[in-house]
Structure formats: C-alpha cells, structure tokens
C-alpha cells in the first residue's frame, strides 16, 4: 500500500518506572548469564495502572502534541498484546468513554506485537476512503503484571516483558509522512506461538518459549528460518521502492525491544544496516512492551533530535501468526513539542 497525504500529527507515551536486570538476578528472577547473552538492561513495571489506563494518557498526550481535540477523532484503534482487563470486556470502550466519545469509529486490533503497525495500514486506508475522515487515534496499552505471564522468562533469552502505553495520531496533514506501509504472513508456521497448546480448553498461562520448544519438535517447524530469511528481504523490498528510497537512506531503524542477536540477525544484518542506526540502546533500557514499542521509539528519537526533516525512519516487526510488518515515515517538519 501506498499511502496518499497520511501523517504522523502527534505522539504520546506513558512509560512507568524501570526495574533494572540486576534486581531481577538479586530475586532471582533473571540469571547474570542471560543479561550477558542479550545486553538487555531492564524492563519497565506498573503495578498500579492497567493497560487501558496507560494507554489513555498516552492518548491524551498525542492529541496536546497534535493540537487537536479528542471531539476531532473519527476512528480509535486500540492495539495491544495480552488482556486489558476482564474476559470479554474491551478497551477501546475505556477510551471512548474518558477521550473521544461514542461518534469515533472504535476497534481493537489483535495482531500481538504488530498491532499498531496494523493499525496504521488500517488507519491509512481508512482516512483515504473519504474526505469526511480527517483523523484517527490509535492506541497501545500492555500490562504483564499477571500470575499468568513471567515478564523475566516468558520470552527467554530474546526479550523482557515491559508495561506502558503509547498514542498516535494521524491526519492529512503533520510533520512526518507516512512514506510505504506493508505487511505479509507466513501463516504455515502458527504454530511457533501455540506450540501443542489445546484451543480448548484454552489455556491462560503465557510461555513464548515453552511453546517455541514444543513447535521446534514438530515437523511444520521445517522451513521455518528459510521462509523467514526469504519473506523479511521480500517486505523490505517493497516498502523500500514504495517509499522510493534505499535502504542506506534510513536514518533510524526501530525493531521490538529485544536483544542485539534478536535486533541485528532478525533484519539489520539482512538489509545491510548497522546496529548504531537502529534503537536498539534505547529498547533494551526499557524492554518490550508489545505494540508500543515502535511509536516509543519514533518519540525517542524525535524528542532527542536523532532526526529531524528531511530523514526517513523504518518500524519493522514481528508477532504471532506468523505475521511481519513494516512502515516507513519521511519526516517533514519539526514538531514544535520537542523543543
């Protein structure tokens, strides 16, 4: 997809205290050798606000920064990568209800770590399709703190589970451009994130890896790295000539919040990037917090005048299904909320 005068108007986050990898080794939740392995620093943790609560003032933020009303919004998209709150509830209604109002078209979007960028190549279309729609919302939310989930352990060795909330705004007008959006599923291998897992009853607990070692044992593991190495350059390719540059001309690169081995092998190393060009000093402080990552990491780098007009920055990702996705943003202007 080729997106026609969509910008980036305005971005907010919502990150809660950092609990660094050391007092998890001292509780002995993490081990000093996996700290070595990764380069991973620390996690952010909340114990007292939810997901949806997060996300909120992250809204609120992107649209002060925006200078546009919550009454403005005609779309709310809230992305996020574990339960918000009680079966069967959603949150984007929280929202609605303490931000933009009932006329906003409002959804969810289930994409696991992807969410936003889904929500962004959804967005998009949808402020093409009419001149009657001139700004979406979209909104992260996660919080891991959860019997159900071990942040430490759950992504071993490659990722640390980290709580917070980040908001994007989009309209026909801002400082960054929304230059080539994209996304492709290797659907064969959904299994890597079910693992043998039962669909019913369906279980609660979160374990990436328990479920990444059982998928290995299968034979639907076979191909897997292939289909990987062979579908990222594929996407790349095409967001790169949709945005009409190359991949040299990126001047920052944002990946999940993971490890260096996770950040460099899983695409830098395939599109010829170097670390120092990518986020990945900044993620590892913070940890992942799912589907907020890119959209903390796009407030990073504008906030600390990494880029400025004139330079293009690239989100790319993975997540469950087994989906990837990627959008690149030429940025225009200078926000005035950075100075």
Known sequence: MIPENIFVKGIGTYRPEVVGVDTAIAQGLYSAEQAEQTGLLGATVSTDLSAPEMALIASGQALERASTS????DMLLYADAFRAGPEGWLPQAYLQKRLVGGRAFA??????CNGVLGALEL?????QGS??????LIAAGD???????????????HMLLADGGAAVVLAKEGFARLAAIGSLALPEF??????????LPASRQLDFTDRLIEFEGTENAEGFWMGYLTAAPKLMEQLLQDAGIAAGDLTRVFMQHASRDFVENGLLNLIEVPLDRSTWDFGRRIGHAGPSD??????HVLTTGEVGPGDYVLAFGVAPGFSLAGAIFHIVDRPGWVD
């Open 294 to 299: 890119y959209l903390m990491s796009f407030d």
């Open 107 to 112: 959804a969810g979007i289930r994409q696991g």
């Open 70 to 73: 919550a009454e403005q919004v």
């Open 143 to 157: 919080n891991f703190t959860s019997a159900d989930v071990d942040r430490w352990q759950c992504g071993r060795p």
């Open 190 to 199: 959904e299994e890597m994130h079910r693992g043998t897992q039962p669909l």
């Open 131 to 136: 001149a009657d729609h001139a700004v979406a």
């Open 123 to 127: 967005a998009a279309g949808y402020l």
